[in-house]
C-alpha cells in the first residue's frame, strides 16, 4: 500500500509539471514554424517566442512577441500591435489573411 500511494503521488506530481510546462510556454510552443499564404507573398515565422514577418521576400518585422488574451502581441516599427489569430491544424488565421504551415 505504501508503494501504491508513492506511486499514485509520482504521476500526479508528472501531470503537474507537464500542465505548468504547457501553460507556460508563453509566445512560443505551439506557433513555432513558418507559415506562408497561398501566393508564398507573405510569410510569418516563429522560432520560440521570436516572430519575422516577410512581404515579397522582404523582412518587415523581426521581433519578440507574446500571446495575451487570444491575441498575437509583438511590436513593429515602435508601434504595439496585437491582433487576432487561430491556429486550426497546420492552418493559421492572422486578422483577415490565412496562412499555411510550411
Given at each position: ?6 506511486f499514485?503521488?509520482f504521476?500526479?506530481l508528472?501531470a ?7 501553460s507556460?510556454?508563453?509566445?512560443g510552443g505551439?506557433?513555432?514554424?513558418t ?6 507573398y507573405t510569410?510569418?515565422t516563429?522560432?520560440g517566442?521570436?516572430i519575422t ?8 518585422t523581426d521581433?519578440?512577441?507574446e500571446i495575451?488574451?487570444?491575441k498575437?502581441c509583438y511590436t513593429?516599427?515602435?508601434t504595439p500591435?496585437?491582433?487576432d489569430?487561430?491556429?486550426e491544424g497546420?492552418t493559421l ?6 496562412l499555411?504551415?510550411?
Amino acid at each position: 500500500m505504501k508503494n501504491l500511494s508513492k506511486f499514485i503521488g509520482f504521476i500526479a506530481l508528472v501531470a503537474i509539471i507537464s500542465f505548468a510546462a504547457v501553460s507556460c510556454s508563453g509566445g512560443g510552443g505551439k506557433l513555432n514554424g513558418t507559415y506562408e499564404s497561398s501566393d508564398g507573398y507573405t510569410s510569418l515565422t516563429f522560432k520560440g517566442n521570436q516572430i519575422t514577418f516577410m512581404r515579397d521576400g522582404k523582412v518587415i518585422t523581426d521581433t519578440t512577441y507574446e500571446i495575451k488574451d487570444g491575441k498575437l502581441c509583438y511590436t513593429s516599427g515602435g508601434t504595439p500591435i496585437e491582433i487576432d489569430f487561430k491556429l486550426e491544424g497546420n492552418t493559421l488565421t492572422y486578422g483577415a489573411s490565412k496562412l499555411t504551415k510550411k
